[in-house]
């Protein structure tokens, strides 16, 4: 009777051990399916396929390393710069524009802001979207004509610092149903302080709908982002016409002064082939683009 019990033992264990395989097996199946359908924009070895601009810098100088790669992470940092901070805003550009997609990433804050640099950087930067190409910009000018997903962190005992606002360097949007005249409208998330990692995401449909998410939950929501306010300082005129709808346009990553990394930066692009019936078809895309269609 030992026996048999041992016997049986054994397999009801082996079935078991089999059971557990087939369904990691089938979860990490399923997660390689989810993953396919992101584009990992940072490659987590160089900045390829990234510009620089900053501000009194022709584009592409990459004054002091400002953005680097170290430990598979972007990193902001100011160690090379001469001097004090000197107005010297970057933003770091994603070579290829989208109108309707989803963003992903994680950011977190460290170290002091760099001397000189205005007192309200402290702890704040952000990822800009639906931007003019920074080859359009001029060598003075501060911001790209842009929106702006802000990043904010917690300070010391200065109350609630809410992440995952809306900033509008020379662009407006729609908020509560009206074109909202304040520079930046905060979002409703959490405080979060120290140097750990938040993730941020962005939903953008095209020049219609925007939703912020900060750790997974909705914090802001608003519409149809337009060229338009203030803030913005030395561009091209004829690249400002207050009023037209921004369709779509570059994403960037912000440098103000304030150290911070960037990591696992991916996209879902929600704009293409919408017909069932084509192999480029994906259930997840909101805008059609026939030209993406195969047939």
Known sequence: MTDIYERFGIQIVLV??????????????????????????FNGKNLEGWTTKIHHYDVGDNFGDTFRVEDGIIKVRYDKYDGDFNDRFAHLYYDIPFSY????????FLGDVHPGAPSYVEKNSGVMFHSQDPRTMLKEQNWPISVEMQFIGGIGEGGPRPTGNMCSPGTDVVYKGRIDPNHCINSSSETYYGEQWVKAELIVYGDSLVQHFINGKKVLE??????GGGVVQGFDPKLKEDGMP???????????????????????????CMNPKDKNYKPYYIKNDPEACAN
């Open 16 to 41: 078991l051990f089999a059971s557990i395989l087939l369904s990691n097996c089938a979860s990490t199946k399923n997660q390689i399916n989810v993953d396919k359908e992101w584009n990992v924009l």
């Open 101 to 108: 997609f989803h963003l992903s990433m994680e950011y977190r």
């Open 222 to 227: 608003y519409s149809k982002p337009q060229i």
């Open 246 to 272: 921004l369709k779509e346009g570059f994403i960037a990553l912000q440098s103000e002064g304030q150290p911070i990394d960037f990591r696992d930066v991916k996209i879902k692009n929600l704009k293409g």
